[in-house]
């Protein structure tokens, strides 16, 4: 199987590079760099257009670009988001570099303000089911508790839920939240959420950009069924030191940046640490001595973002990448001592270069860890349980641009992971240790990829690729075989058609029980009994803009099936097993939808509308007899609206508007009543329908305001940032529990019923954030 898997790829590799010497002709390369004026960052994804061929390149995360043309002379346009597009005239006859700088647009609201032509490339981009974000935009949202937060931004985007109140999970396209794959240059991130879930742990003033694949995933990402998120980092300031930051209600964050040699070098270093352990203990200290009073858990999470780079000359580029974040949570009470803490940490060195005009590479070498543990001493006992997972990954990535027609990527990615699926120790308080066991498992992951950008015509525009991937584990060895297509032909000027195929495996999975008070996350690795997961989804979609390229409405429907879906036993033991696959069970997965999307970037008022009709659901022999039945997160219809308004130069108003139908849970139909011998307590057994998630929660439903109110100080930047979060305060559902109908004294149970638990009433916040 893997030798036909290795000749099909090597069969595509033939058909787009051999007919290089069919379409042979002179042909000029126009190449160089993209960066800010201000700054001297590059830019990741920016354009340059040629408007009278129609063809256009985007810039790599290098910030290089490069075109193909035949000789001549040529009007050229580069553009980027929030910037002043620059236009140059080119004579072709020979080879050529052209590094450019864009200044940032001189309206005053900078950040929102785009160039119709970002638009325009969104209409001819070959690539849909993408979603593309800045930290500048997410800035302006209104936020839970003022902290801004870009996964949850994403989430204001159509085929995206969160996986509750005010939590930063993502589940995209009926995927769950082991399914998204996040990268922070070229490294993974297993854990992307702090506070239990409710803030993700990218801190906005160190990342330049976020890109979220939904579907048509390009060839060069692997692992993940349901979407990757590409999250770059800033490099830094390569013209002149600066400080900026914030001081919010719940976290501050300081970000310092700046050259090391002017113009050839730059760090940036930012930092994040919430303080609500300031007040507990502080309130818990008052408290002291009082009869039954439970002390407040001691809370806080803190992130550490690093990055420096280097042009070594000409053709290198040396880029270093450093995270660090953890989440610490402790109680403690009356000889019980309770510790949780988890957190990632993440190093990344990434080396680019030019071979030529035409020939680019990248070469990452990362180190990724993600650990959890719990300590619980009470007494005299101590007791200790963790989990985690190191990886250790090699990246290769190629940039070709073989003609004015293809544009090549492939490449190879090696991971080594290093997996702890329980840790578990006892002890005495004089250190002493009753026993311990670590049970671990060490796999391989593999991968190999090549994708064709083919301008067939200035109508029809293709991206054909494969990627073979492979996974060991003792002597357990996979092999995948992930098609990519997708395709873009433009009706007229205004109007394109799209579509696309994907197929994605999935070696690695998340064992995390969906009962427990806080997140204990196992991930484990395929083996002899637990096969990769496999998605398989088709894509089609129209765009059109419109009032001179003002506005853009998308309508997308896809379908997306799954095999070999995880799910856990009833009464399942996830931790601490040496025998944890026992404990799964393998089924389907199906969920198909249309997402409908408006989008404006252009004037004193922006935005955007998103409308999801979505079915998501999954197949068990061992599950509801067998039955199909709906995923917790199954919603049939999800609409948000996102608009900001340009009041005045100083004041920009900012509001959004969420719906969603209800999640579904299981509820119990009744409960029996036991008693073990005459005159024992009765026990109360809850008893469930045969059906899984036979009820429906209350729709989710929110209104956010924000402004942004820009001062004057004598230097540098600054503006008072002010949102109220759920302004009509609606009281949304969080989970259900039953909860017992007493009599007067409370002797006796008289029945039972259902009570909604609430998380976050109306919640106003500011925020002062400084520049210089």
Known sequence: MFYKELRVCFLLLLFFVLPRAVWSQTLYSLSGTLRDAETGETLIGATAFIPATGKGASSDINGNYVLSLSPGAYTIQFSYLGYQTLTRQINFSKDQKLDIT???????????????????????????????????????????????????????????????????????????????????????????????????????????????YKGGFPAQYGGRLSSVVDIKMREGNKQRFSTSGGIGLIASRLTVEGPIQRNRSSFLLSARRTYFDVFTRRYNKMKEGVKDYNPIPDYYFYDLNGKASFELGPDDKLFFTGYF??????????????DFDWGNKVAALRWNHRFSPRLYSNTTVSVSDYQYGIKNNVGTRSFKMGSGVRDYSLRVDFDYQLD?????????????????????????????????SDIGHKAGEYGLYISDDYTVNSRLALNIGARLSGFSKDTSFFVGFEPRFSARYNLTESVSLKGSYTRMV?????????????????????NGRVKPQQSNQVALGISKLSNSGKYLFTNEVYYKWMNRQIDFRDGAQLFVNPNLDQEFIFGKGFSYG????????????????????????????????????PTRYDRRHDITVVAMHQLNPRVSLTGTWVYGTGSTYSVPLGKMVMQDIPGADFLYIPLYAAERNNYRLAAYHRLDLGMVYKLRPRYGESDLTFSIYNVYNRRNPYFIYIDAIKNGDESKILGFRAKQVSLFPIIPSVTYNFKF
Do not use: C
């Open 506 to 526: 999935q070696y690695v999975h998340l064992v995390s029980n969906s009962g427990a008070s806080l997140p204990t996350d196992v991930w484990y690795p395929s």
């Open 594 to 629: 249309n997402e409908i999307y408006f989008e404006k970037k252009t004037g004193k008022t922006t935005g955007w509308v998103g409308y999801t009709l979505s079915w998501t659901n999954r197949k068990f022999p061992e599950i509801n007899q067998g039955k199909i039945f």
């Open 102 to 212: 864009l200044s940032p647009s001189l309206n005053e609201l900078k950040e929102v303000v785009v160039e119709a032509n970002s638009l325009n490339e969104k209409l001819k981009s070959t690539q849909m089911s993408v979603e593309k974000l800045t930290t500048q935009e997410a800035k302006l949202l209104p936020a839970l508790f003022g902290e801004v937060d870009l996964i949850k931004t994403l989430q204001l985007k159509p085929g995206v839920q969160s996986g509750g109140e005010g939590t930063s999970g993502l589940y995209v396209r009926g995927g769950g939240p082991d399914q998204n794959l996040f990268l922070v240059d070229d490294a993974t991130v297993y854990n992307a959420s702090h506070l239990f879930g409710f803030f993700s742990i990218f801190n906005p003033d160190a990342v330049q950009s976020v890109d979220l």
């Open 404 to 436: 004015t027609a293809h544009a090549l990527k492939f490449g190879a990615t090696a991971v080594s992971h290093d997996f702890v699926v329980g840790r578990l120790s006892a002890g005495s308080s004089d250190g002493g240790t009753a026993f311990s």
């Open 325 to 338: 974040g953890n989440d610490v949570f402790g109680f403690q009470n009356k000889g019980f001592n309770f």
